[in-house]
């Protein structure tokens, strides 16, 4: 997704955070502190993990396969550069308990049989 196209998708994203917010305070008028830091809380995390797998999607690390030799990832077992072995979904939790799926090319070690999702 281009970097503007994104900011778009994240202004819409926390306008309806707010509308969101706005509406459930108005059907919640005696709401405690707590019980609106708790609701604020779990609408912000669902944004977050959406901003955080958006940007994860952005690296180079995404798809290597085409990099050169010395960009590739290597086996962190026995440092051999890894094959590419197609692209595959990881989910992984947030801080805040959201669910982010990923798409990775995966890398196999030709040497030791090391699988690989490279970070970052």
């Given at each position: 997704m281009e970097k503007?196209?994104?900011a778009e998708v994240w202004r819409l994203l926390?306008?309806?955070v707010f509308e969101e917010m706005e509406a459930w305070r108005k059907e919640h008028p005696t709401?405690?502190?707590q019980e609106i830091e708790d609701e604020l809380d779990a609408r912000l995390s669902g944004m977050?993990?959406?901003m955080l797998a958006d940007l994860a999607q952005q690296s180079p690390k995404r798809d290597w396969s085409g990099q050169e030799a010395e960009k590739?990832?290597?086996c962190p077992q026995c440092?051999?550069?890894l094959q590419a072995r197609g692209k595959h979904e990881r989910r992984l939790a947030t801080?805040?308990?959201q669910e982010?799926?990923?798409s990775r090319r995966y890398g196999t070690c030709p040497q030791c049989g090391s699988g690989l999702f490279p970070p970052g």
């Open positions: 503007s196209s994104l926390s306008e309806s709401a405690t502190f977050r993990a959406q590739r990832p290597r440092g051999a550069d801080q805040g308990g982010v799926k990923l």
